[in-house]
Protein backbone atom coordinates (compact mmCIF):
# COMPACT_ATOMS: atom_id res chain seq x y z
CA UNK A 1 0.00 0.00 0.00
CA UNK A 2 0.88 3.47 -0.68
CA UNK A 3 0.65 5.07 3.35
CA UNK A 4 0.93 8.63 2.10
CA UNK A 5 -2.18 8.26 -0.09
CA UNK A 6 -3.82 5.88 2.58
CA UNK A 7 -3.30 8.77 5.25
CA UNK A 8 -4.70 11.60 3.07
CA UNK A 9 -7.81 9.38 1.75
CA UNK A 10 -8.62 8.62 5.50
CA UNK A 11 -8.69 5.10 4.69
CA UNK A 12 -9.37 2.04 7.01
CA UNK A 13 -8.45 -1.64 6.65
CA UNK A 14 -9.20 -4.25 8.75
CA UNK A 15 -7.68 -7.89 8.85
CA UNK A 16 -5.92 -10.71 11.11
CA UNK A 17 -2.67 -12.82 10.85
CA UNK A 18 -1.72 -15.85 12.72
CA UNK A 19 0.58 -15.34 14.97
CA UNK A 20 2.53 -17.71 14.12
CA UNK A 21 3.53 -16.78 11.44
CA UNK A 22 5.32 -13.73 12.18
CA UNK A 23 8.77 -14.95 12.51
CA UNK A 24 10.15 -12.21 14.96
CA UNK A 25 7.48 -11.90 17.39
CA UNK A 26 7.73 -16.08 17.51
CA UNK A 27 10.57 -15.87 19.26
CA UNK A 28 9.35 -13.87 22.41
CA UNK A 29 5.99 -16.64 22.75
CA UNK A 30 5.60 -19.57 24.73
CA UNK A 31 3.30 -21.18 21.82
CA UNK A 32 2.20 -20.26 18.63
CA UNK A 33 -1.27 -20.32 19.05
CA UNK A 34 -3.31 -17.01 18.41
CA UNK A 35 -3.81 -14.68 15.99
CA UNK A 36 -4.09 -10.63 15.76
CA UNK A 37 -6.94 -9.12 14.52
CA UNK A 38 -6.18 -5.34 13.66
CA UNK A 39 -7.24 -2.16 12.58
CA UNK A 40 -5.55 0.65 10.18
CA UNK A 41 -6.67 3.80 9.41
CA UNK A 42 -5.22 6.77 8.03
CA UNK A 43 -5.79 10.12 9.47
CA UNK A 44 -4.01 13.82 9.08
CA UNK A 45 -2.57 14.28 12.85
CA UNK A 46 -1.19 17.66 13.24
CA UNK A 47 -1.18 18.44 9.88
CA UNK A 48 0.89 15.25 9.45
CA UNK A 49 0.04 11.71 7.35
CA UNK A 50 -0.55 9.01 10.03
CA UNK A 51 -1.82 5.56 10.87
CA UNK A 52 -3.32 4.91 13.67
CA UNK A 53 -3.16 1.12 14.44
CA UNK A 54 -5.64 -0.82 17.11
CA UNK A 55 -4.72 -4.36 17.54
CA UNK A 56 -5.83 -7.23 19.86
CA UNK A 57 -4.29 -10.34 20.23
CA UNK A 58 -3.72 -13.16 22.31
CA UNK A 59 -0.24 -14.46 22.77
CA UNK A 60 0.54 -17.44 24.65
CA UNK A 61 3.66 -16.21 27.28
CA UNK A 62 5.11 -17.64 30.76
CA UNK A 63 4.04 -15.76 33.93
CA UNK A 64 7.05 -14.28 36.04
CA UNK A 65 4.75 -15.41 38.81
CA UNK A 66 4.31 -19.34 38.70
CA UNK A 67 6.50 -20.00 35.61
CA UNK A 68 3.40 -21.39 33.25
CA UNK A 69 2.31 -20.65 30.06
CA UNK A 70 -1.05 -18.16 29.59
CA UNK A 71 -3.10 -16.74 27.17
CA UNK A 72 -2.30 -12.94 27.30
CA UNK A 73 -5.02 -10.60 26.51
CA UNK A 74 -2.98 -7.53 24.52
CA UNK A 75 -4.56 -4.96 22.87
CA UNK A 76 -3.05 -1.86 21.74
CA UNK A 77 -3.75 1.56 20.00
CA UNK A 78 -1.02 3.24 18.27
CA UNK A 79 -0.49 6.41 16.13
CA UNK A 80 2.95 5.78 13.10
CA UNK A 81 3.45 9.35 11.62
CA UNK A 82 4.66 8.64 7.71
CA UNK A 83 7.67 10.91 6.71
CA UNK A 84 8.30 11.59 3.53
CA UNK A 85 12.18 10.66 3.29
CA UNK A 86 14.99 11.12 5.88
CA UNK A 87 15.52 14.56 6.38
CA UNK A 88 11.78 14.84 7.69
CA UNK A 89 12.30 11.89 10.12
CA UNK A 90 15.32 13.46 11.27
CA UNK A 91 13.66 16.69 11.90
CA UNK A 92 10.24 15.43 13.14
CA UNK A 93 12.66 13.17 16.14
CA UNK A 94 14.71 15.76 17.08
CA UNK A 95 11.78 17.66 17.79
CA UNK A 96 9.96 14.67 19.76
CA UNK A 97 12.16 12.28 20.47
CA UNK A 98 9.27 9.88 21.69
CA UNK A 99 7.56 10.51 18.04
CA UNK A 100 6.38 6.67 16.72
CA UNK A 101 7.38 7.99 13.22
CA UNK A 102 8.99 5.68 9.64
CA UNK A 103 9.87 6.69 6.49
CA UNK A 104 6.57 5.84 4.14
CA UNK A 105 7.90 3.65 1.47
CA UNK A 106 5.60 3.46 -1.51
CA UNK A 107 4.69 -0.36 -0.59
CA UNK A 108 5.07 -0.52 3.24
CA UNK A 109 4.09 -3.83 4.61
CA UNK A 110 0.95 -4.16 6.49
CA UNK A 111 2.27 -7.12 8.19
CA UNK A 112 5.40 -6.02 9.58
CA UNK A 113 3.99 -2.35 10.87
CA UNK A 114 1.42 -5.05 12.91
CA UNK A 115 4.27 -6.92 13.97
CA UNK A 116 6.37 -3.70 15.33
CA UNK A 117 3.55 -2.94 17.12
CA UNK A 118 2.79 -6.25 18.96
CA UNK A 119 6.57 -6.60 19.39
CA UNK A 120 6.56 -2.84 21.64
CA UNK A 121 3.18 -4.10 23.19
CA UNK A 122 4.53 -6.99 25.10
CA UNK A 123 4.63 -6.61 28.81
CA UNK A 124 8.06 -6.34 30.25
CA UNK A 125 6.96 -8.47 33.05
CA UNK A 126 4.09 -11.04 31.79
CA UNK A 127 1.77 -12.42 34.38
CA UNK A 128 -1.56 -13.49 34.82
CA UNK A 129 -4.53 -11.53 36.10
CA UNK A 130 -4.53 -11.94 39.81
CA UNK A 131 -7.48 -13.81 40.37
CA UNK A 132 -6.15 -16.25 37.83
CA UNK A 133 -2.63 -17.09 39.08
CA UNK A 134 -2.40 -20.67 40.80
CA UNK A 135 0.15 -18.65 42.69
CA UNK A 136 -1.42 -15.94 44.03
CA UNK A 137 -2.03 -17.36 47.20
CA UNK A 138 1.37 -17.98 47.83
CA UNK A 139 2.08 -14.23 46.75
CA UNK A 140 -0.56 -12.54 48.92
CA UNK A 141 0.51 -14.52 51.60
CA UNK A 142 2.60 -15.07 54.85
CA UNK A 143 0.86 -12.77 56.99
ZN1 LIG B 1 0.82 -16.97 37.15
Known sequence: MDPIRFAREAASYAGEIALAEMDRLRDELAGDQ?????????ALVGGRPALRLLIDANPTLI???????????L????VIFLA????ELERWERLDPLLDA?????????????????????PVVPLHE?????RRDDYLGEH
Open 63 to 73: CQRCLTPYVHS
Open 34 to 42: GKVVYRLTG
Open 84 to 87: RNDA
Open 102 to 122: IVAEERTDVRTLVEDELLLSL
Open 130 to 134: EDDCP
Open 75 to 78: HSEG
